[in-house]
């Protein structure tokens, strides 16, 4: 069973960057989607973004389409998240995760319900 696990995460202000990792103890190509959530205190687990089993697809939250990218290096069995322009509405725990379910099936509901394995999290904040 392949278990994840990011770092990355800190503290920076408004306008800043930071790029999370995610390193999987398995070979994740080409068989999991890899995928990114976040979660604020008091809010849900919410859905930032998605790339393919192959790399060849990405999928992102509106929220933060145009200032994240997430990428994957299958050699090194790790994937990534570029944060660009941070906002103070980007605090939030970050969890990194792996799924066993179809492109098609993981982007038309972005439930972290499809995402069978999960990283510890790492916190971002963003300070104004």
């Known amino acids: 069973q392949v278990q994840l696990s990011e770092s990355g995460g800190g503290l920076v202000q408004a306008g800043d960057s930071l790029r999370l990792s995610c390193a999987a103890s398995?070979?994740?190509?080409?068989?999991?989607?890899l995928g990114w959530f976040r979660q604020a205190p008091g809010k849900e687990r919410e859905f930032v973004a998605a790339i393919s089993g192959s790399g060849d697809k990405t999928a992102y939250a509106d929220s933060v389409k145009g200032r994240f990218t997430i990428s994957r290096d299958s050699a090194k069995n790790t994937h990534y998240l570029q944060m660009n322009s941070l906002k103070p509405e980007d605090t939030a725990v970050y969890y990194c995760a792996a799924a066993l379910r179809s492109w098609y099936t993981v982007t038309s509901r972005s439930s972290p319900a499809d995402f069978g394995t999960w990283g510890q999290g790492t916190q971002v904040t963003v300070s104004s």
């Open positions: 398995v070979r994740t190509f080409p068989t999991y989607v």
